[in-house]
């Protein structure tokens, strides 16, 4: 049964209800503060910065303070905006971030919207909850007016141009030396991508993702206006799109999350619907204890959009204690739904026994305070990327923000050289991701990476790519965390997973560590289990999986689809590679499921059990 997901929506029973509660509930009303009481109304369209910042102060004064704005609409502009440095996880490098409602150094703060459109200008990061604890925010709609990702209709089709319809009002362009540039609020951007989306499903098109639905060269078009809002893209295109559909035009900067979590612990949002945002969703970096229900990354159905997301929809950087994500949605984003991770980096100098220099690698991911006294560090041996040694952080100093000193409190493991990496097995956070959809986005569903307890259950996937990545590596991202203990269940993947290809998308549910060398002997990876899932291919690999210890794929429900032509490189349903210890046992095969077969590679037979009652080949 192929099922799909609804999204929250706010009901005015509900709001009325929340308001009432704050009205006439004695236990809220000392510690209650409106916006209104700052002379900030709805609906003004006055920037609502400024004000906003005066009534934080004041709840600084309470004790569980309750901030209250009117049900409507507030204005954020980035004058008088607080700017900071932060260094942010996966996201480009800039001087300082606007952050329109910063929520610093406070604790026991609940911010209720009532269900108020919380409208953005310029590249401005909504909301910024620094060194705080025990923070809700809650019912809340957050869009652009003019987003930093454009669309258009595909209104003609030829050998030689394509015609594109642009909303001139949300998505005001120009054109320079024939290319079409987009300009907004004080900024001008390039467009740079391009993703195509069929008109009535909202699928991204089958078979094209980062390979390119224009085909190669396709920047190399020449624009002419043929009136206001309708442009001619002169080339012949080697992929034609279909007349009728919508492309995403990518463009800009990821220079500001939508919300951005950082030193923090015990932090809830719920009942948000994220419309857009200048880079990732939401961010979370070194904070823990995190909870995300009806939190909705989705295009905003009011403006008629197909694009949600400029990046990733959640984004977990080096988090601890539990994460929980429950009945939420992602649609139309431009990277990943979820990511959890650490970030894993290179020692470039062992200065005594007890001291190493290391190194950020990736240009996305530097400046953190990458570990703190107490934290335990794991040693990495980068070619086959196993773990050999461990130990207790004594000291941590930033040299340059990619370069920092730290100390341990006894000797290093003597093996260690120069190139091998460190771990943060502190930053390592359990998650349970339940009760959610995971529709046509850019790339995969989710990528898992952590030594925590994770449970993924209750789902349903429609993700063009692979519907879950678990990944790990120390020579490419530098996102790190193997896994210890995985259950995916009673999860349903729709025929939509695996319709496009991009990096690592090896199956349906795809483990794909970036190992040089994989040693049979100490797989990466470890105690996956896949059991009582429905999955809905169209082509041949369901899951592939590259050095695991113990793998069960148990009681799942494999029913073929013929919605889209297999195109996957891959031949096999089941693909194990450098893996030990796989069982196979108790599974349905409905229709003529393709290859029903198992592909082996550097894999004993003896590591492999299958039931008989699977009749599945298994290839050498």
Known sequence: MIITHRPFRFKKSHLLTTFCLFLFNPGFSQDTISVSDFGLKPDTRENAVKIVQKALELCRTKSKPVLVFPSGRYDFWPQYATEKLYYESNT????????????????????????SEFVFHDRIQPFTIDSSSNIVIKNVNIDWDIPLTAQAEITGVTDNYIDLAINIIESPYILEKNKLVFVGEGWKSR?????????????????????????????????????????RLNYQFKRKPAAGNYLVLRHSARDHAGTFITGSKDITVMNMNMYHNAGLGILSQYSGNLTFRNVNCVPNPAKGRILSGHDDGFHYSNCYGQITVDNCSFLALMDDPINVHGTSVRIMEIKDEKTLICKFMHDQSIGFVWAQK?????????????????????????????????????????????????????????????????????????????????????NVFESSGSAILIPGDANGWYESGAVKDVIIRNNVF????????????EGIISIYPEIPKPDIKKPFHRNITIENNEFHPFDYPVLYAKSVDGLLFSGNKIVRSTRFKPFHYRKSTFTFEYCLNVKLTGNLFEGDVPGKNISLINTSRASVKVDKTQRLTIDK
């Open 494 to 505: 729709n025929d939509p997973c695996m319709s496009s290809m991009y990096q690592f998308c």
């Open 92 to 115: 480009d490098v800039i001087p300082l971030r606007r952050c329109a409602i910063l929520i610093e150094d406070m604790k026991d703060l609940t911010i209720e919207c009532m269900g």
């Open 191 to 231: 467009w740079n991508g391009v993703m195509e989306f069929e008109r009535e499903s909202k699928f991204v098109s089958p078979g094209t993702g980062d390979s390119g639905c224009l085909g190669g060269g396709w920047s190399n078009y020449n624009a002419t206006e043929l009136k206001p809002g309708l442009v």
């Open 374 to 458: 107490g934290d335990t560090a794991g040693f990495i041996e980068n070619e086959a990327m196993n773990t050999f040694g461990s130990a207790t952080v004594a000291s941590f100093k930033t040299l340059t923000p990619e370069l920092f000193e730290i100390s341990f409190a006894g000797p290093v493991p003597q093996s260690v050289q120069v190139g091998d990496a460190l771990e943060n097995l502190t930053m390592t956070p359990d998650v349970l991701i339940k009760n959610s959809f995971f529709g046509s986005n850019r790339a995969r569903g989710m990528l898992i990476s952590t030594p925590g307890k994770v449970v993924i259950e209750n």
